[in-house]
Each structure stands twice: as C-alpha cells, then as structure tokens.
C-alpha cells in the first residue's frame, strides 16, 4: 500500500496566501501517477479546508495501517509557539492555532508502514522532528521517517508568483529533475536538488531521516533504458574489468559487424549516463577505431552491483 494525505490552505483571515491550493493540487498528482500513468499512490486532497479537527483526523487516519510508503504533505502558514512548531489552519485562535508539528510527528513514530515522508512547504517547518517536550530537545525520529521542510524553524517560506518556491523546486524534482539512472526519485535526491536551485544565501531547505534505504517516491522514464543500463553486468564481468572494443563496433566502419554495433550502441549509451569511459582516448569513436579499451567510471562499479544484486 501506497497512500498520501494533501493538505493546501490559501484562505487565512487576514493573511490570505495565493498559491498553497495549487501547489497541493499539483502535488496530489505526481503523487497519484506515475510518469507513465501507472498508479502510484492513493492520495486524499484537502484544499480549501478551514478545520484543524478535520485535517487532525485525516493525519491519524493517514498513518494507520501498513505498507510501503505513507507521504504527508502540507502547504499553507506555519509558525512557532511556546511548544514548538504548529501547522495554522484557518480557525485558529490565540493559544490555539492549529496543528502542533510533535502531533503529526507521535503518529508517524507509531505508524507501522515501512517508509513515512513528511513534506512541509510554510515557515519555521523546519522545527518539524524536534519535539518541545523531549531529552534535551534532541530530534526523536523512529526508523524509516523522512522529513523534508522549506526552511529552517527561524526562516519562512517564500511564495513568489502564486506559488511556493519550494514547492516550485519539488515538483519539478519529481517531473524528472531528480530522477536516478533508473528513474526513481527519492526523497534524498529530490532535497539535492532543491538544495542547489535554492542556493546558500538564501531560504535553506531542511533534510531529516532515519531510514535504512531510500524509498522511490515516483518513476519517470530513466535516463538510460532498463535493458541497457542492465546490459552491464553483460559486458562486464567484474565491476572492474575492462572490455577491448574494435573497428568493427563502429557503425561508419568498413570493417561494422551488425552485432557488435548493437553492443557499442549501448556502450555509447552507457558512456553518455557517466557510467563507462575509454582507458586511453577521450571518446568512445576513436576507442573502438583504435582497438582500445572502455571501463565503468565509479559510477557505472556502483550500478553494476546494484544490477548483480538484483536491485534494480
């Protein structure tokens, strides 16, 4: 089981916001589908919602039961209290202004599915997963919690042109921008690439995990397809062997074997994803021209015992 909860808040009195509907509208639907329209995940949207008991209950009920993954993902006002961060829903009071962040963090720490992601896109999310109350204030995080926020707990969240920058740089991870050679897009890779977009200076994005392995939170088309990124367990034997290539891999030479050129195509391939290299020529033409040889670059090693693993 696959399941998101989607929460976007525009409609606060006296400080409306203008772009948390939208971003959880498109949120919601790179969580729904795949790239290729596959199911992904069973997602609840929440917009335009004014109760925190409702949006309470929904979390509760969120992080009940199990399966692989369960992501939460919130866009609207945040702020800090005298007991830590809380989420503002639209009818808060004074004393009381909406959803304390240790109550969506005690549900997760309880739950049962193997991977729980929170998302936050409102200021001072970054106080998510330091509870108030706790030995020393020490973030308290259970196995297989990741929490990816906006900004840190002292910064807010900007909104630039009807939408949030983070969410901005989040969707367009999970569009393809952070997609692995496998096209997987985890939450460690969606955060390095929101990290370098936002850069130093400015709002600073917030990373927390306690996991054993990264979880896919969507799949996109790879970069290289699966039968040639496969194909290197192939034509390497060991991680570190080297494969001698020859006039007749190169299409244009007089000597082409059908064959072999269908082999150096994914050679070709494999070169461009960074994951193989020529051992004494700078591209992959004069390699097979010259009868040198081609190894995997570092990358391409890790890959291959992925592959031989089974992993992928």
């Known amino acids: 089981m696959r399941k998101a909860l989607v929460v976007g808040i525009d409609d606060y009195p006296g400080s409306r916001l203008y772009g948390c509907v939208a971003d959880a509208m498109k949120m919601s639907a790179l969580l729904e589908r795949h790239e290729d329209n596959t199911p992904n995940c069973e997602v609840l949207l929440q917009r335009h919602v004014r109760e925190k008991v409702k949006v309470k209950m929904s979390i509760a009920e969120l992080f009940q039961g199990e399966g692989e993954l369960v992501v939460f993902y919130f866009s609207g006002h945040g702020m800090l209290t005298d007991m830590g961060g809380a989420l503002v829903t639209p009818d808060f009071t ?14 997760a720490n309880r739950s049962s599915f193997i991977n729980k992601v929170i998302i936050l896109d409102c200021c001072h999310s970054g106080a998510m997963g330091t509870p108030a109350i706790a030995q020393n204030g020490m973030t308290t995080l259970a196995n297989g919690i990741t929490i990816l926020t906006a900004s840190r707990y002292f910064e807010p969240a900007v909104e630039e042109n009807g939408q949030g920058i983070f969410t901005k740089l989040v969707a ?12 997987g897009i985890t939450p460690g890779n969606i955060y390095s690439y929101v990290d370098k977009a936002l850069g130093y200076w400015g709002q600073r994005p917030v990373f927390k995990a306690n996991i054993s392995s990264f979880v896919s939170l969507r799949k ?3 970069p ?18 080297t494969l001698k290539v020859d006039p007749s891999y190169e299409h244009t030479s007089p000597d082409a074997d059908l064959g072999n050129v269908r082999i150096f195509q994914q050679l070709q391939s494999l070169f461009r994803a960074g994951l193989l290299e020529p051992v004494e020529e700078e591209y992959m033409y004069w390699t097979a021209l010259r009868s040198k040889s081609c190894r995997l670059t570092r990358l391409g090693r890790y890959y291959w015992q992925l592959i031989a693993d089974n992993r992928i």
Do not use: W
Request: charged share 25%; net charge negative; glycine share 10%.
């Open 94 to 107: 004074p004393g009381d202004e909406g959803i304390s962040m240790d109550y969506i963090l005690n549900h």
């Open 172 to 183: 367009e991870a999970l569009e393809g921008g952070a997609a692995d050679l496998s096209g």
């Open 220 to 222: 996109v088309e790879p």
């Open 224 to 241: 290289v397809p699966l039968t040639e990124l496969r194909s290197i367990t192939i034509h390497f034997a060991k991680p570190d062997a």
